[in-house]
């Protein structure tokens, strides 16, 4: 709370908190209940004197992945300023440890355009660390290994969708607010409002960016591991193919009975042998003749 700007801030998954938003607040019911939701996509509400604004921010909470975005929603009126999170949200302490300090944001208009300037500045570092992941992983494609154990591209893909779901329509609903701004916002803080709508527009374009990149790069790398296989395929199909015709010769020559030629030549062993090396030469050759190997 600060002298200068009326800022309440609640859990809406504490029942006393939820009450409160209910029965004490002065909002709206509609209004009360879309702040209350469990599940919600970033939109702008009008309603009565006060604009409802819900938006997404990335999970900067330790131990917690950065794409489980968390939502924030803000009951706007030219006198105040309610929020309602239910998981601890890096933008909003920012903006509390300013309040404290003395050098928040005076209006519910400033308010919200710090809030959303936090939270597109959060996910522009986190889009920027997803694009470094990508180029590592790019600069490590040949490393077989690497990439099977960590999987970077999936991950990559993964966290770009995830993030992606929600900027779509956060940048829907800042263009929706920026387009009928009143009875919150001036003409100045409009412009400020469109502007952080293109920065969400850039990010964006980024992430898109980034997944392609991400499912070129992994068809790249699929299709080295595809031609690794198939050269140890024909590395054995060649072994196979030289031993074949030898396996028989030996198989022939080998059996047990009467009539057998060379049984009585000493002799014969070194020329079954040249004959069974020419056989493996010829096979060469004529594998070499065919571009085979």
Known sequence: MS???????????????????????????IVAEAMLSDESRPRTLHA???ILVILRGVNLNAGSEVEDMISVRLWLEKDRVVTASRRPLKSLERIRQLTEQGTGPDSPAAFAIQLISALSSFIGEVTDG???????????????DAI????????????SARIRRYLTPQREALDSLARNPEPVFNDAQTQELREQTNLITLVLEDLDLVRERALVAQEEFLGM?????????????????????????????????AGLPGTVNHRAFGIIVALMALIAILI????RARKWL
Not at 132 to 143: H, I, M, P, Q
Not at 150 to 158: C, D, E, G, L
Not at 250 to 255: D, P, Q, S, Y
Not at 284 to 287: A, D, E, G, K
């Open 3 to 29: 002298s200068r700007l009326n800022w309440t801030h609640v859990n809406f998954s504490d029942p006393a908190d939820a009450a409160w938003i209910r029965q004490q607040s002065g909002i709206a019911p």
């Open 48 to 50: 009565d004197n006060g």
């Open 130 to 144: 997803i694009e470094s992941k990508l180029e590592e992983a790019e600069d490590n494609v040949n490393d077989a």
């Open 148 to 159: 099977l154990k960590n999987s970077p591209f999936s991950v990559v893909r993964r966290q």
């Open 225 to 257: 591991i595809a031609n690794e296989q198939n050269n140890r395929m024909l590395l054995l199909s060649i072994v196979a193919a030289i031993f074949l015709p030898l396996s028989f010769l030996t198989g022939l020559m080998g059996m047990n009975v």
């Open 284 to 287: 060469l050759l004529l594998f």
